[in-house]
């Protein structure tokens, strides 16, 4: 199920701490920074804060530039972005200016949290999750329900820590501010938890007055069945390689990418690559990696289509060449039409040897555009 594009925005001081232990919320930023902010938030769906930052700090979460609401207006949007808060005991005021600032609001909660939130009235749309809040779930519904295609997460650290360790955050954007806090009693951006991967993917960094902004892409795959944000960037990749590949009327193009458990790129390759007109991508890929990397038990293989279950140039077909090599976790866009061989069934000869298979349906328009020829379309 497809969720949104979900965007991690904090800032921090030099000492990696979200606040103070003050009544009033530091302010880390300056106007430079709350103005950008501010552009961000215009270009979102939904914004979503924990019930803890709604507790310490009250915050509005407008779009606060006239000029970016009618903007927003004009294009047809919603003035503000809705506003969404996650909560397990539904215990919040309701007189927070959360709820009485602003657009629609939502609450994603537990059956039990519904409870006390209906009680007390909460002037939103009240969303029971079941006993406990599941992530995946609640990105689903904003997507699926309320049309969220980009969120924007404002924290606090408790929800950062989740989206981030459950390998759902798409990109974080950091902002780091010149002061320390210095009291261990105040909340950390990040706390303790299994982030997924190695290093992140740095993808921009320019100082905003007097703060550095810095934005980062999580890189790991997802594990087992479960797709993590990098998975998709991933595949886009792979799609993007397909489109690369020399056209042929007896062959797909499919791009391939094989990428270890902490998100290092292994290798790439795409169908008829180089001077060999016959290779498949993965075989193209798999190639370029030492066989001995003992990376690759652990790596995922990224297809743009489901790697082969027979082929009639080459005697081992993909789906062999990736249980080989010793991979087991395989992310792909489609499933393989009876176009050359019929049934065939790249996806069982993996699950057959262990591997898992996870297929991304958003990709798949993507991954075929390449072979539309082969497609009758
Ligand atoms: N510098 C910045 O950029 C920035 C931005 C935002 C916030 N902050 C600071 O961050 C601090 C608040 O952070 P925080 O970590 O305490 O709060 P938070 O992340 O805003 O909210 C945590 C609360 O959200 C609910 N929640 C989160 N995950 C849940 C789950 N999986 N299941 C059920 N409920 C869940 C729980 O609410 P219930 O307790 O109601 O069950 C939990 O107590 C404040 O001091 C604020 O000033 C700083
Ligand atoms: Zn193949």
Known sequence: MPHPYVLLSAAVSLDGYLDDTGP???????????????????????????????????????????????????????????????????????????????????LYTTDKG???????????????????LDWRRLLE???????????MVEGGGTVHTQLLTEGLADELQLVLAPLFVGDPKAPRLFGPGSYQGGRLRMVETRPVGDVVLTRYEPTAPGTGPLPSAADHHWLALAC????????SQTAFSVGAVVVAADGTELARGHSREGTDPVVHAEEAALAKVDPTDPRLVTATVYSSLEPCARRAS??????????????????????????????????????????????????????????GHLLGR
């Not at 249980?323 to 049934?343: I, K, M, N, S, Y």
């Open 24 to 106: 009033e919320r530091l302010l880390l930023s300056g106007p430079a920074d709350f103005d950008r902010v501010d552009e961000v938030r215009a270009s979102v769906d939904a914004i979503l804060v924990g019930a803890g930052t709604i507790r310490a700090d009250n915050p509005r979460l407008l779009v606060n530039s006239p000029g970016r609401r009618a903007a927003r207006l004009a294009e047809g949007r919603a003035e503000y972005p809705l506003k969404v808060t996650v909560s397990g005991s539904g215990d919040l005021d309701p007189a927070a200016r959360f709820w009485h600032t602003g657009g629609e609001k939502v």
């Open 114 to 132: 519904a409870e006390r939130a209906h009680a007390l009235g909460l002037a939103a749309d009240v969303v029971p999750l079941g006993a406990e």
């Open 141 to 151: 519904h904003l997507h699926a329900e309320r049309g969220v295609r980009r969120l």
């Open 240 to 247: 993007e390689l397909a489109a690369e590949c020399p056209p």
């Open 314 to 371: 080459r005697p081992a077909p993909c789906a062999r060449l990736v249980l080989d090599a010793g991979v087991r976790r395989v992310v792909t866009a489609w499933r393989e039409p009876d176009t050359f061989v019929a049934g065939a069934d790249g996806s069982g000869v993996l699950a057959g040897g262990g591997a898992t298979v996870v297929v991304l349906p958003e990709h798949e328009d993507r991954a075929k555009a390449p072979n």
